[in-house]
């Protein structure tokens, strides 16, 4: 399968605890995104890389948040110190350059339960 | 301001008919693609449809259809000939062209088909 892969599916972890997610993008995608999706709510952005450099990053990213894209391919997010209020799906996407209009694609999220 | 307004939370239609989700958008910039994509219960973000903002017929897949209204922002996506598998939530999107950087999502319908 060439989609978008994200690792793991299901994460529980105890508040103050560390947790690192994992992307792996299509493989000649060298845009790739983060995005934050809580309960009845739409995808909020959270950062953005086009090969291995972040171009952007949202408010939403506070100091707890890193991001990572060694080598322009996979991409790690980490949350240190987590809250509750971090518990949400998150969502990684990868898009082309090829066109200003390209899709993005996403994978099916990693889904992230603070207690 | 909000950059994308979906003010249908929830739609009931009945199986083999035609539904129209609402969408409005909000930017300056004049150039901008907007997308929709569906998400089912099992979190994967599916895209369906885009429509450039300089593109002069409505976009069409299938039994997806955008109905793009440049003077009033808005770009309702219509499914023709609605199935069971079509019940799941759906997102309106937009990049901006200046950026192009992130896509903004609207909060979503929750589209669910009655046999």
């Given at each position: 399968?060439?989609?978008?892969?994200?690792?793991?599916?299901?994460?529980?972890?105890?508040?103050?605890?560390?947790?690192t997610f994992r992307c792996d993008p299509i493989s000649e995608h060298n845009r790739l995104?983060?995005?934050?999706?809580?309960?009845?709510?739409?995808?909020?952005?959270?950062?953005?890389?086009?090969?291995?450099?972040?171009?952007?990053?949202?408010?939403?990213?506070?100091?707890?948040?890193?991001?990572?894209?060694?080598?322009?391919?996979?991409?790690?997010?980490?949350?240190?110190?987590?809250?509750?209020?971090?518990?949400?799906?998150?969502?990684?996407?990868?898009?082309?350059?090829?066109?200003?209009?390209?899709?993005?694609?996403?994978?099916?999220?990693?889904?992230?339960?603070v207690v | 301001a909000q950059k994308i307004t979906q003010t249908q939370p929830g739609m009931?239609?009945?199986?083999?008919?035609?539904?129209?989700?609402?969408?409005?958008?909000?930017?300056?910039?004049?150039?901008?693609?907007?997308?929709?994509?569906?998400?089912?219960?099992?979190?994967?973000?599916?895209?369906?449809?885009?429509?450039?903002?300089?593109?002069?017929?409505?976009?069409?897949?299938?039994?997806?259809?955008?109905?793009?209204?440049?003077?009033?922002?808005?770009?309702n996506l219509v499914i023709s000939a609605s199935q069971l598998g079509d019940s799941a939530?759906?997102?309106?999107?937009?990049?901006?062209?200046?950026?192009?950087?992130?896509?903004?999502?609207?909060?979503?319908?929750?589209?669910?088909?009655?046999?």
């Amino acid at each position: 399968d060439t989609g978008v892969s994200q690792d793991p599916r299901h994460k529980i972890t105890k508040r103050g605890q560390n947790v690192t997610f994992r992307c792996d993008p299509i493989s000649e995608h060298n845009r790739l995104y983060w995005y934050r999706q809580t309960l009845g709510q739409g995808p909020e952005f959270l950062t953005y890389f086009q090969n291995e450099a972040q171009l952007e990053k949202s408010r939403l990213l506070s100091d707890r948040f890193s991001a990572e894209r060694p080598k322009g391919s996979f991409s790690t997010l980490e949350i240190q110190r987590t809250e509750q209020g971090d518990s949400a799906m998150y969502l990684c996407a990868s898009s082309s350059v090829t066109g200003v209009w390209t899709e993005a694609f996403f994978g099916q999220g990693t889904r992230l339960t603070v207690v | 301001a909000q950059k994308i307004t979906q003010t249908q939370p929830g739609m009931f239609v009945q199986e083999k008919e035609a539904v129209t989700l609402d969408c409005t958008y909000d930017t300056s910039d004049p150039s901008y693609g907007l997308f929709w994509y569906k998400q089912p219960s099992s979190g994967e973000m599916i895209f369906l449809i885009y429509q450039g903002s300089y593109d002069q017929q409505n976009a069409t897949e299938g039994r997806y259809s955008l109905n793009f209204q440049k003077a009033r922002k808005s770009a309702n996506l219509v499914i023709s000939a609605s199935q069971l598998g079509d019940s799941a939530m759906y997102f309106c999107a937009m990049r901006e062209g200046n950026t192009g950087n992130q896509f903004y999502f609207g909060t979503g319908t929750s589209l669910t088909v009655i046999p």
